[in-house]
C-alpha cells in the first residue's frame, strides 16, 4: 500500500450545491484487502499515483465485487483525518472478466439452459477463477450441463488439474471416470502437476494417480532413475 497519497479534490456538478465527499476516477484498483477493509486505487488525475482508502460498513459487499485492475468511480468522505469510501462503481477494464463475472453466476442459476451456457462460455473465455465452479458443475442434475462443464475444463487445461486430482477416488462412478478423462485429454500440462500430487497421495489416490499417467506415456521412476521421466507429449 501507498505511504502517501496526492490531494483529493472536491467535484461537484458546474453551478450546483457542494456536497460532502469526493468522486474519485480511477484508471486501476492496485490492490484490495478485505481483511482491513481497505483498497488501493490509481488515480487518473495525478500520474499514475496511488491512494489508500478505507472502506466503509456499507460498501463492504462491493469491496467484495471489485478485482485488482478494475477501474471505478468511488464515492469519498473524510471522517476523522481519514478518507472513507462509501460506495463504488466498477468498471471492469476487460470485457471478458465482466462476461465471466456473470457467467459465474449463471452458473448457479436455477434454470438449466442458462447453466448449460454459463458453462460452455466458461470454457471459451478461459478464466481459471471458473475451474472450481465448473468442477462442481460435474455433479450437476442435467446432463447437458454436466457436458458443457466437461468440455470447458479440457479447454481450461493446466489450471484444472489441481481442483480435478481429489475426483480420482470420488465415490461416484461418473464424476470419477469424468476426472479421469479430463486429465488426459489435458494432456502435457497435466503431467507436472499429477506426478507432483503423488508426494502427499493416499495409496488409493496414488494407484489412481499412475494409472492415468501410465496411460499418459508417463514412466514412473525407478531404483535406477532418481527423477521421474516425463512423457513426451505432442
Request: no cysteine.
Amino acid at each position: 500500500m501507498a505511504d502517501e497519497a496526492p490531494k483529493l479534490i472536491q467535484i461537484a456538478p458546474k453551478g450546483g450545491e457542494k456536497k460532502d465527499g469526493f468522486n474519485l476516477v480511477t484508471e486501476r484498483v492496485v490492490a484490495v484487502n478485505p481483511e482491513s477493509k481497505q483498497l488501493e486505487v490509481e488515480l487518473l488525475a495525478y500520474d499514475g499515483k496511488t491512494v489508500v482508502l478505507d472502506v466503509a460498513e456499507e460498501a463492504q459487499e462491493d469491496l467484495k465485487k471489485i478485482r485488482v485492475g478494475d477501474g471505478a468511480t468511488i464515492r469519498v468522505v473524510e471522517e476523522n483525518g481519514k478518507r472513507i469510501a462509501k460506495s463504488f462503481k466498477i468498471r471492469s477494464k476487460d470485457p471478458n472478466a465482466a462476461k465471466a463475472d456473470a457467467m459465474l453466476l449463471d452458473l448457479r442459476d436455477s434454470h438449466w439452459l442458462n447453466r448449460k451456457y454459463a458453462a460452455e462460455v466458461l470454457g471459451e473465455l478461459k478464466d481459471p477463477r471458473a475451474v472450481d465452479p465448473l468442477v462442481a458443475a460435474l455433479n450437476d442434475e442435467v446432463g447437458d450441463v454436466r457436458q458443457r462443464a466437461y468440455d470447458s475444463l479440457i479447454k481450461l487445461g493446466g489450471p484444472s488439474v489441481p481442483s480435478l486430482i481429489p475426483l480420482l477416488v470420488s465415490e461416484e462412478d461418473e464424476v470419477r471416470q469424468s476426472a479421469t478423462e479430463i486429465l488426459r485429454k489435458i494432456g502435457k500440462p497435466a503431467v507436472e502437476p499429477l506426478a507432483t500430487a503423488l508426494t502427499d497421495a493416499d495409496d488409493r489416490l496414488k494407484t489412481r494417480i499412475m494409472k492415468v499417467l501410465d496411460r499418459m506415456g508417463y514412466k514412473p521412476k525407478t531404483k535406477d532413475q532418481p527423477k521421474a521421466e516425463l512423457p513426451r507429449l505432442t
